[in-house]
């Protein structure tokens, strides 16, 4: 088997992942689909942690457009995150994966509390790891909890999963004249205000030296090709 790239990665996802057809939901069989591609990633003798969002279940910015107290819809969208994140539990313990969820908001009759050091023995001894409940704290992206999760166990990459191949400098549906960057720095990415990924993420990852891969998750073994080696997606890094 061709070496691999890192040891241990952080796998950041958008609850759509989960959706059902009409994007809305937890649709058993995506939860099946995912669960195949981490197992995918877990059988190179890689150490996965996830977080996952709950766009798929709610969305604070909506409630506070329609007059909700923001610290009120975000932590109803880091119980959401939670209900994704037992629900992939589940797919990827029927695929012979032991996984371990830990919340950000402790829920201690359905899930571990956050504790660092916890989380990084249980990757040690081969348990995925699926963060939930965000940094615990409103005003911050499920984003930025993946770039502080990936900080706080060791990542060697931060891999953000998305529906598109790669960063363009415009949307190549609407511009098929759209550059397509293959590596892009820290400041270059922040500077142009790209959206592929909240900007507090990226800082707190150029803080740290942390590179982050964006790619399409749903392309034929994308993860895993990457992982082995292939150039996939864009690189977020000290360019």
């Given at each position: 088997?061709?070496?691999?790239?890192?040891n241990?990665?952080?796998?950041?996802?958008?609850?759509?992942a989960?959706?059902?057809?009409?994007g809305?939901g937890i649709?058993?069989v995506?939860?099946?689909?995912v669960?195949?591609?981490?197992k995918?990633?877990?059988?190179?003798?890689i150490?996965v942690?996830?977080?996952?969002?709950?766009?798929n279940?709610?969305r604070g910015?909506?409630?506070?457009?329609m007059?909700m107290a923001?610290?009120s819809?975000?932590h109803?969208?880091?119980?959401?995150?939670v209900?994704?994140a037992?629900?992939?539990q589940?797919?990827?313990?029927?695929t012979?994966?032991?996984?371990?969820?830990q919340?950000?908001?402790?829920?201690r009759?359905i899930?571990e509390?956050?504790i660092?050091l916890?989380?990084?023995r249980h990757?040690?001894?081969g348990r995925?790891?699926?963060?939930?409940?965000?940094?615990?704290?409103?005003?911050f992206t499920?984003?930025?909890?993946g770039?502080?999760?990936?900080?706080?166990?060791g990542?060697d990459?931060l891999?953000?999963?998305t529906k598109?191949?790669?960063?363009y400098d415009?949307?190549?549906?609407?511009?098929p004249?759209a550059k397509r960057?293959?590596t892009?720095?820290?400041i270059d990415?922040?500077?142009?205000r790209?959206?592929?990924m909240?900007?507090?993420?990226?800082?707190?990852c150029?803080?740290?030296?942390?590179?982050?891969v964006v790619l399409?998750f749903?392309?034929e073994?994308?993860?895993?090709?990457y992982l082995?080696?292939?150039s996939i997606?864009t690189?977020?890094c000290?360019?």
């Amino acid at each position: 088997m061709s070496s691999v790239r890192y040891n241990r990665v952080l796998l950041k996802m958008g609850g759509e992942a989960l959706a059902g057809p009409n994007g809305y939901g937890i649709d058993p069989v995506r939860a099946t689909e995912v669960a195949q591609v981490v197992k995918d990633v877990y059988d190179l003798g890689i150490q996965v942690a996830i977080v996952i969002g709950g766009g798929n279940l709610w969305r604070g910015s909506l409630g506070s457009e329609m007059g909700m107290a923001r610290a009120s819809a975000d932590h109803i969208g880091m119980i959401a995150t939670v209900m994704n994140a037992l629900a992939l539990q589940d797919a990827l313990e029927r695929t012979g994966i032991v996984t371990r969820v830990q919340t950000a908001v402790e829920m201690r009759t359905i899930a571990e509390p956050y504790i660092r050091l916890r989380a990084m023995r249980h990757l040690d001894k081969g348990r995925v790891v699926i963060f939930g409940g965000g940094t615990g704290n409103p005003y911050f992206t499920t984003d930025s909890a993946g770039a502080l999760r990936a900080m706080e166990i060791g990542a060697d990459v931060l891999i953000k999963a998305t529906k598109v191949d790669a960063i363009y400098d415009a949307d190549p549906v609407e511009n098929p004249n759209a550059k397509r960057f293959e590596t892009i720095s820290y400041i270059d990415f922040l500077n142009m205000r790209l959206r592929v990924m909240d900007s507090t993420a990226v800082s707190l990852c150029m803080d740290n030296d942390l590179p982050i891969v964006v790619l399409n998750f749903w392309q034929e073994n994308s993860v895993k090709r990457y992982l082995l080696g292939e150039s996939i997606g864009t690189t977020i890094c000290n360019v």
